[in-house]
């Protein structure tokens, strides 16, 4: 993987946020998750690789976004051939609601380097690098957080565990209550929460619940270039959703995959804030202008660049 392609993708989510954060708070998630898909796709056919889409809206017939299996890059181009998992607007409600964590993201990876995860649940849990290894979606949520307090050399009520807002999540906010856990509800967007694990001073030590899977592969290609941990597996409502699970060539449907699982070989994953949350700033327009809060990083290299970055309209034009 080209090393350069790493701030190639950075100019790919500030394009897509600086498009849908026009959208905040307007009550419109639709026009936002369209605006940032456009821009998006506009620059990633701007760049020199010939990219396919593997975890992105859903299958040709069903999505005019970007979706499964489109090609993207400069047409024609002879760039190295790679796989993309996007979401163009991780928290669409948020952004049309004007709340916090809203980004924009996208990873890529070497061919057959992501694990094509249908679009339905995973169950999940993520952790920043003093827990590697030490997770198990096996255990109850009690024994993880043992463990976890344990490797941050801290008590269990020291930590902090993100989890949606679902009334799926109750026995896991009962549980994580009992253990003595600080807990932070939020409304929508797992893929930032999971990240800020990493993060040391971030605020968040743990991410876990049931979430969407696609957003578990983003989720993990991060975790795995900041040296955090996850675990995933998939939550089938109905057998429709193991038959599309199959023609996606996933056969066992009690697996646990690890983020090396999810997310393999050279990875770059890059995100921009569209609103305020505990890994980036939000999207702020000033005159003839705006500037942008990103975090860009490659897992060969451990290399993880946080970037501010300022746009002059008049120069660079958001459509």
């Known amino acids: 993987m080209d090393r350069n392609l790493a701030l190639e993708l950075v100019r790919v989510t500030e394009a897509a946020a600086l498009a849908c954060g026009r959208w905040v708070g307007k009550g419109d998630k639709n026009a936002a998750d369209l605006a940032a898909t456009e821009a ?164 968040v030590d743990m991410m876990m619940g049931i979430g969407g899977a696609p957003e578990g592969v983003l989720a993990a290609a991060a975790l795995k270039c900041m040296g955090g941990d996850m675990r995933g597996r998939l939550v089938f409502l109905n057998k429709e959703e193991k038959a599309r699970a199959r023609t996606m060539g996933i056969d066992d449907f009690d697996k646990i995959y690890t983020a090396e699982e999810m997310a393999s070989g050279d990875v770059v994953f890059a995100a921009t804030g569209v609103t305020n949350g505990e890994l980036l700033t939000g999207v702020r327009y000033m005159s003839g202008g705006a500037e942008t809060h990103s975090v860009v990083m490659r897992s060969k290299s451990r290399t993880v660049r946080f970037i501010n970055a300022r746009h002059q309209f008049d120069f660079k034009p958001v459509y």
């Open 40 to 203: 998006m796709r506009r620059t990633l056919d701007s760049i020199d690789i010939c990219g396919t889409v593997v975890i992105g809206e859903g299958e040709m017939d069903e999505a005019p976004m970007l979706y499964i299996g489109e090609k993207v890059g400069n047409a024609g181009c002879k760039g190295p051939e790679i796989d993309i998992a996007v979401d163009p607007l991780e928290g669409t409600n948020i952004c049309a609601k004007g709340k916090t964590g809203a980004i924009t993201t996208i990873a890529l990876a070497p061919r057959g380097g992501f694990l094509h995860a249908p679009d339905m649940y995973m169950e999940k849990i993520a952790v920043g690098p003093a827990a590697h290894g030490l997770i198990d979606l096996t255990l109850t949520p009690e024994e993880n957080l043992r463990r976890v307090a344990e490797a941050k050399s801290c008590y269990v009520q020291d930590l902090t565990v993100v989890i949606l807002d679902r009334p799926r999540h109750e026995k896991i906010i009962q549980d994580v209550r009992k253990a003595g856990a600080r807990i932070h509800l939020i409304s929508d967007g797992d893929v930032a929460p999971a990240i800020a694990a990493t993060v040391e001073g971030s605020g």
